[in-house]
């Protein structure tokens, strides 16, 4: 789990301020629950939102996680085993793999929203055009590199804690980013060369 230096309280280690919190949670502490995802949950939900390519799936993906920590997973929980941040990487992972391999019902577009003439306008249009190119760029990524990047770059993890979140080796993760950045270099190359072109 990597953690900001917010993250760290009374309890020393973040890890141990998780344990102390999900002994609260398994006792029933709604207040302890809330601190839990006040910590954790926007995290997750960049990572599911990476994974799912849709913040709506993404949210109904995290909240259910949370919903199974409040409905008992807390109180099965072991302090000094497997860090939290490391179950909780696992779970919104699994989760959002789950939901990926799950039929569409249908999808939905998005609302488009009139153009906006104020100045600045343009800039915020292409800006959006760009990042959505990466962002259907990282969905073409296969699952599991797409669960490396999103773990390693939206979620803040170094390698080896992203190794363990998916229960690779260190080895298997680069390999992982490796590929990932590769594809992504490529299926974005029209992109870079349109860029080089407006600068030139």
Known sequence: ????????????RPHDEDDLLLARVAAGDAAAFGRLV?????RALAVATRMLGSRADAEDAVQDVFTRLWAGAAARWRPGGARFGT?????VANR???????????????????????????????????LRQVTDAIETLPERQ????????????????????MGVS???????????RRSLRTGLRPLMDEEDEGGA
């Open 38 to 42: 006040d910590r954790h949950g926007e």
């Open 96 to 130: 959002c793999l789950d939901q990926l391999r799950r039929p569409r019902m249908g999808e939905l577009t998005d609302a488009i929203d009139p153009p906006d003439p104020s100045p600045g306008a343009l800039e915020r249009l292409e800006r959006d055009r760009v």
């Open 1 to 12: 789990m990597v953690a900001s230096s917010s993250d760290t309280g009374a309890a020393g």
């Open 170 to 180: 260190a080895g298997a993760m680069e390999q992982l980013l490796v590929r990932a």
């Open 146 to 165: 797409r669960m490396a990047i999103a773990l390693v770059y939206d979620a803040g993890l170094s390698g080896a804690e992203a190794a363990e979140a």
């Open 87 to 91: 179950w909780l990487w696992r779970a």
